[in-house]
């Protein structure tokens, strides 16, 4: 059994459709051959040179959602290629949950973390469109894609989902454990340094255009003007934690921002107020205990890797995410060298609390 494209854009369009009613959202669900999107209204307008970047786009991902203008893309051409029904079934449920994420995610507010951290992963100039997969949202989607596929077709296909099984499982660990070993401060170092690289703040400030089209932009900005100066430098922690709307803020934003290794390079322990001192124990307290885990949870995929790379069966499944996986042994590094910086300024932070108690 084979699908054909009409199937296909109607098992997409039931997905979706479902998907999206339970969070009571709406978005312009666009199951569309390469030939089809190029003829759209998406592309009618486009110059010939986003035209052919638009293709070569639809030649290399299984889909895509666009906030300016609510569409959700399925390239049904991809699907199509596959040979296998259960494959086929699989990954276009896998692209239509991850496409529906990004959808939902478009809801996340400012101030909450997911919102935040996806706004800084884009400011890092030096990353973007290279580490893509690697950006929190991505994450996010990737890992909500695979356990609602699974979910589908252990509901709809299940003789399909067993042939399948060691497959959907080990995606699904592995997305796993790269969703918890995301580094929220070394995500804002790497901003920081594109946006210093440009010399300005302009690289948090949107364009006008830009602003017009999404007020959350605005927002974002907002944000990091709670932390930073205008040249760049962060402000005092008791300048930080008295302005109005620190409060409104996700307290792992606080932490990230804090537990970074851009802030805590400008930090002068002397000069801090009890207040100041309480909100940084607890920032270091929260990220070096999840350091911890998360260099457990990185030899974890570690050993999945291996397993990948040693059965050729599965590499040539999994030959797709093999880059990523050959990348863990340096972020385990990276880990490392930063759990220590944090550990160590923790440590002097609990030191100054018995200095100020023997001194009271």
């Given at each position: 059994m084979d699908l054909s494209l009409r199937d296909i854009k109607s098992i997409a369009h039931n997905i979706l459709d479902e998907e999206l009613s339970s969070h009571d959202l709406k978005a312009n669900i666009m199951p569309y051959t390469f030939v089809e999107y190029s003829g759209s209204r998406t592309l009618r307008k486009r110059t010939i040179f986003e035209k052919i970047s638009k293709w070569i786009k639809g030649h290399s991902v299984g889909g895509f959602y666009k906030a300016s203008t609510n569409d959700i893309v399925i390239?049904?051409?991809?699907?199509?290629?596959?040979?296998?029904?259960?494959?086929?079934?699989f990954k276009?449920?896998?692209?239509?949950?991850?496409?529906?994420?990004?959808?939902?995610?478009?809801?996340?507010?400012?101030?909450?973390?997911?919102?935040?951290?996806?706004?800084?992963?884009?400011?890092?100039?030096?990353?973007?469109?290279?580490?893509?997969?690697?950006f929190s949202l991505e994450i996010g989607a990737n890992l909500y894609g695979a356990r609602k596929a699974k979910e589908y077709m252990l509901k709809k296909y299940p003789q399909e989902y067993e042939s399948q099984k060691e497959y959907i499982t080990l995606l699904e660990q592995i997305y796993y454990y790269q969703y918890l070993t995301y580094d929220a401060p070394v995500r804002i170092d790497a901003a920081l340094a594109s946006i210093k690289l440009m010399n300005s703040i302009s690289k948090i400030k949107a364009t006008k255009k830009e602003v017009k089209k999404n007020t959350k932009?605005?927002?974002?900005?907002?944000?990091?003007?709670?932390?930073?100066?205008?040249?760049?430098?962060?402000?005092?922690?008791?300048?930080?934690?008295?302005?109005?709307d620190f409060i409104k803020l996700d307290k792992k934003i606080i932490y990230a921002m804090f537990s970074s290794k851009s802030f805590l390079s400008t930090l002068d322990l002397d000069a801090l107020s009890q207040n100041g001192l309480q909100i940084l124990h607890e920032s270091l307290a929260y990220t070096c205990s999840l350091d911890a885990k998360q260099i457990e949870w990185q030899k974890e995929l570690q050993k999945i890797k291996m397993s990948i790379l040693g059965n050729k069966h599965l590499k040539d499944k999994f030959d797709f995410i093999i880059k990523d996986l050959t990348n863990i042994s340096f972020s385990t590094f990276s880990k490392s060298s930063n759990t220590n910086m944090r550990k160590n300024y923790l440590n002097m932070v609990e030191q100054k609390f018995q200095d100020n108690y023997k001194t009271m």
């Open positions: 390239f049904i051409d991809r699907i199509k290629k596959i040979k296998k029904f259960d494959k086929q079934i276009l449920a896998f692209i239509c949950y991850h496409e529906a994420r990004h959808r939902e995610q478009a809801e996340f507010s400012p101030h909450s973390y997911e919102g935040f951290m996806d706004f800084t992963d884009r400011l890092d100039i030096f990353d973007y469109g290279l580490a893509h997969d690697s932009i605005k927002q974002y900005e907002a944000i990091y003007a709670i932390f930073l100066n205008e040249d760049l430098t962060f402000k005092s922690i008791d300048e930080i934690i008295n302005n109005k």
